[in-house]
């Protein structure tokens, strides 16, 4: 039963994400609506659409500052789930993330935004050694822990991405290693496979297309 829950779960991630890529295609990137709601103007009953946005949030960087989503006021920025440890697609993942990461190096209007999700080692001091070793210098990437609950819960509910601690898995994590696009306003913009060459290059042409959106 868990495991058909599992595929669900994943089955329906990617079918989003599919209709994210399909979309994306378009000269301006599309949003996800999140729900529709409704209000009364002038006697009438109108609908509004409300978009997938990422909630305000608070996490532990690799310094141990408490920072919040207001460091990313008014910029775009790539978010991502990994652990340390991984030994599967996390390095591959932050290969070409650096890729990104090195073309709009000091672009003030550029953050990345790294959630571990091994809650249990990835405290830190251990979060300062990896971003070291991986080059990244500097505030504009910065890695983030946080309790269990609040990052999977963020990771599902609101990046779409699927993660789960599974002893059964190589380094007791399963995860996806989507690279998410977020708009200044954190509404959710797009979502490409961290593995691929050929989509982390999409991922830099839709970042030019959203730093020219008004």
């Known amino acids: 039963m868990k495991a058909n829950k599992k595929n669900l779960v994943l089955l ?18 599309p949003m996800i609506p999140d729900r529709i709601e409704t209000r009364m103007e ?33 910029k775009i920025y790539v978010a991502d789930f990994f652990f340390t440890s991984c030994p599967t697609i996390c390095p591959t ?5 650096m890729k990104v990461f090195k073309k709009y190096k000091d ?9 571990t999700i091994d809650y249990k080692y990835d ?22 822990w946080g309790p269990k609950t609040e990052i999977y819960s963020t990771a599902q509910k609101n990046y779409l991405v699927a993660v789960a601690e599974d002893q059964n898995e190589a380094g007791g994590y399963v995860h ?3 690279f998410i ?17 050929e989509q982390t290059d999409k ?6 297309v959203l730093l020219e959106e008004r």
């Open 12 to 29: 329906s991630v990617f079918v989003v994400l599919l209709w994210i890529a399909c979309k994306s295609e378009r000269s301006k990137l």
């Open 42 to 74: 002038n006697g009438k009953e109108v609908a509004d659409t409300i978009f997938k946005t990422i909630p305000e949030f608070s996490y532990y960087n690799q310094d141990s500052v408490l920072i919040n989503n207001s460091m990313f006021d008014g």
């Open 93 to 97: 993942m932050h290969r070409n993330m």
């Open 107 to 115: 672009n003030p209007n550029v953050m990345f935004l790294s959630h």
């Open 123 to 144: 405290k830190p001091s251990r979060l300062k050694a990896y971003k070291s070793k991986l080059g990244a210098e500097g505030d504009q990437w910065q890695f983030v």
């Open 176 to 178: 996806q290693g989507f």
């Open 181 to 197: 696009l977020v708009d200044k306003y954190r509404r959710v913009r797009g979502a490409y496979d961290g593995v691929t060459d």
């Open 203 to 208: 991922l830099m042409k839709d970042m030019d």
